[in-house]
């Protein structure tokens, strides 16, 4: 199997008082021909004032193209907003190399906004793999959830299982308002986020945030339709919507995969870090995928809440640290990270997390949880042999080149668990 997964980093803190935008993380690759990638962009974002924006933007330089752009502004000027764009496109004959970019300017001249903890991940579809964008900005006026963006998948080769990618940046043309979005999946409500803004849109202007998150199907054989859905939470808060992206990845079609969620809200005051979501699996010495996030609330407004991935008990991509406009779940923060791992062979943890502050007195609240790893790259000395490629088609080559087609390096197993692809001989 080709390798599937490649990426770029800088975690450290970058700050800039310039309006115009400066690179944080950059990755180049040349395309193979005819075929589509996505882009997966994180990083903790941290306006210096509370009156000033932060912008933040994914773009193809090559192409000259916006992939996504962000105007993030804080409630507390202290807070780290951990924030997520996801990106798909399409690529034709000798599509020649291309440069991603990861950019971040300060909305006001003369003051400092900070920039850390970026990851750019770009993973090659494959072909049971799909995914529509749309940057066009969309006015939703109505209470009612409201169809922005929509996906259907192919036929699924096998019984199996989608992670299905989604994200948008959205607004509202009202001051403190909260716009919702939902992932609707085959009629039924995958996630559903809703967040209170600081500051009305205005064209050119204004607070325009970022909404990500992942969710794993349950076995599936048919075609499935994912809509993208937006509401207003009132007749004159119109939300804004716009750089609308759905991925869906058929996970049986990489090396491996294991993943848990914990959609239900889960409360803590402890003031320690709680697990909400979790998976232990045995690495190969290769490159991973890593995934992890969640949407949380505060039981206090203006009283910040934390959240964070660890790997191997190693934190990744920092610890955000957000206040909320208002209390209560009614008004979410998200986190997540995403990165391209190189781990070591053995048993590796991977955790999403949350916390209160040490010294609050609020009540956290943490929903739509979730851990996704991929393992992207084939094992030294397995190759792909004859016969079609896919799972459980992948023929153990040993070094002086023979292939035994009787041994298959992964099978189409699940574990008991349900929600981890099983390396085993066949």
Partial sequence: M???????????????????????????????DNTSYVYIATFLAQPSITTVYELVRLRNSTSGTTLSELRLRNKASTDYMSRAIIWGETFGTSPGSQTIDLDYA???????????EAYITVIKLGANDSFTVDATREIVATTTETTVTTLTTGTPPATGKYAILTAAAFDTEATSSAPRIYVDIGGTNARVFIHDMNAAYTAGSGEVDAYASVYVTGDVSTAQTIDLQAASNGATNDTGIAYKCIVALWLDDFEYWINDADDARTTDSSESFITK???????????????????????????????????????????????PNTSGSGNQMMHMTCYLASLSAGSTTVTSQFSTPVSTTNTAGCEDSFVLVIQVEAVAGATVGPGPQGPGNEFVAFPDGTIDPTLHKISNGISANDNERIREAA
């Fill in 277 to 323: 979501s979790t998976v232990t699996f045995t690495a190969e010495a290769v490159d991973h995928i890593i995934m992890a996030g969640n949407f949380r609330d505060s039981s206090v407004t203006g009283t910040s809440v934390l959240g964070r991935m660890q790997v191997a008990g190693a934190t990744i991509g920092g610890e955000s640290l957000e206040q």
């Fill in 106 to 116: 300060s909305g006001t001249g003369g003051t400092a906004v900070r920039i850390k």
């Fill in 2 to 32: 080709a390798i599937r997964g490649f990426g770029a980093s800088s975690t450290g803190e970058s700050s800039s008082t310039s309006t115009s935008y400066a690179t944080k993380t950059t990755y180049t690759f040349t395309p193979d």
